[in-house]
């Protein structure tokens, strides 16, 4: 075609702006203009379509539109060329109207003529049309344009069915930095989706690259299904498989997360602690055995420093918390704690000499006086803060004689990662219970904690047996110097005993999370790593903000609301995937920068998906319901302009395992080739695995007498 640009802009008019406003844009079309395919574009292209692109020409530029809705209008008149014939009775004429969302610029970038040139996309109108401007159809070129704009398009994920099948590539910077949203029902594709974004980000970095890619990606994969996506022969696609119970002779190894790796409020969510008594001899205990004191408790002089230390720092606590001088019945607790250490400490006496004994004996006199003055029937318990200052100095006194230093007596980290042993932390809960006497209470507490401890699967799973450290967990969780070992870890936490799930999901999250964030305050860089969490409802499930939350689904939650807030500054990109996007945390969603959105029907998930995006984007999401599987809406902070793409294939073997079921193959015994499906209800191999794989833990464990 050798047009001049303004015959060539004729040919492909397509109507007239009717109506400006700045966030809509009403046209009427061309009586001529295309009904369903149009042919003057030089390939056929469906035209009009809802959510494709025409062109306003407006200055020097065009005004990018995309079509919102399409309808017809009944006019009194034709809208006739040349002559009217004035003694017709004209008949209602329909005539097509559109609605146009403004969606930015497209500019000429080159002096060729029109054919020939190149341009440049970018988001917001810098000019609005006026009445009567002329609509256009946008060339191969032009559409290009649109949809492939934006720098640093490194990795092409699919293409845009709505734009001539431009390439859809994104910059897995912007992707992965500010926290991805996979949203749709179940079967519209997220997992093909996130097994694939995977893939081509790590392939095509490994193809520029030349090696294998310094990437870390780490799927949290609660129904099993990423063990096949990544299973290539070698690097980089070759994924680490971690699962409970692993079949023998498979790659993959063992779940591993070790109980020392809880923190004191993943210990309060799991044993349900109550806030007032429990809570604190939790923390208590997991102080006392991070620190190794219950290991070394044979030594007597030992364990008295132990003892003192933690008088001190009790009675610091209590002292700044008021509790002495607090409401009845606090102080008279106080006054039970401190009788109750004096009783262990007087029995003490008998062992000590010297300038120990003397210390000691100072410290048991000021708290007998203490008592006795108030063991009268009707006594004020109430203590005064000089009273109780006194008593923290001659504490401290006899902490120092026994060996302790100041900074000793400093609260601990209690959540610093340090290994203990399960046997040992549940002895120093009972250690704990008894030295702030509440061991009357303790009683659930240390129920919870030897039920876990008991449980053979979760054994399996936390105990210390394989003795890591937690560099060589990291390393194998999350990715090590050696690029060889592979990019991605998978996570299949599909036999974890619910009971534990959500704590270990938040584990594994917090880990990762802490992590890096110290890897970035140590180095002064960051080590990007994507966490991808599936199922992300029941982890990530908005919960009730009223009070404190410490049951497990909440704590899991909370781990994820921190990531999402902060990651990005440790380099930790979130990819959450899930049906039910009405039931995640409000928290995490607003914090995902970038979404790819599957079909949704459900009402309640569409409207949430309508308050995520700006009004005027909001026509191309009326599609989601109607999206056949494979595309989705790529919207946000990773994508110029919100675009459908149809995502590229995967072949089988690298989808995520979670094809229907194919009941009919299976009533009628064969398959649509003809082949015979055989696939008999026999249970006997399940029930001896069901049966078998407990008693071969508890059989290998009497072997090796695993440390717990
Ligand atoms: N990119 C793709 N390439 C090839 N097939 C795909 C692709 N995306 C989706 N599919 C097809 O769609 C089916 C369902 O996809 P997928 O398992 O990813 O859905 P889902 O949204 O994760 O479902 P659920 O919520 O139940 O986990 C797949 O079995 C596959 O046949
Ligand atoms: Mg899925």
Redesign the pocket.
Known sequence: MSHLPYEYAESLRIGTVEFVSPDEIKVSLDIEAPESMALNVGVPRPFPRVNSYVLIPVDDAYLVGQIEWITVERSAFPKRQGMQDFGLIDLPFPLRKMSLNPLGTLRNTSSKPIENSTFSFRRGADALPSIGNAVLLPTEDQLRSIVESGARRRVKI?TSPLASNAEVCIDPDRLFGRHLA?L?????????????LIRWSIEQAHTEGGTVPNARFVVLDP?G?YSRAFEDAKPPLKAKLFQVDPAAGTASKALHIPLWFWNSSEWSSFTQASSRTQRPVLIHALRSVRDGHVETATDPSHERRRFLRTIVTTLTLEKNAGVPWGTYPKPKTFLEKLRKWRGTLHEDLNGCVGAQQTALAALVDQMDELSNARSAQYAHLDFTREEVEQLIALASTAHSAFGGSATDSEPFDVDAPLPFLGDSFLRSVEASAEMLNVAEHAETLLIRIRSLLNSTVIRSIMSDAPGVTLQEWLEEYVGSENLEAGCVSVLDLSLVPTEVIHVITAVVARMIFESLQRYRRIKGSVLPTVLVM??AHTFIKRYKTDGESYDAASVCCQVFERIAREGRKFGLGLVL???RPSELSPTVLSQCNSFLL?RISNDQDQKLVHSLVPDNLKGLLRELPSLP??HAILLGWASELPLLVR??????EQ??K???PDFWNVWTGKDETGAKVVRPAKWGDVCSQWQHATEELIASEDDQDIPF
């Open positions: 699919g996979i749709g029902n179940t079967g519209s594709g997220k997992s093909c989706s996130v097994a694939g129904n299904e599936e199922e995937s899930s049906q599957h599987s494979q995502m590229n294939d995967l072949p089988r989808q995520p979670s094809e229907d």
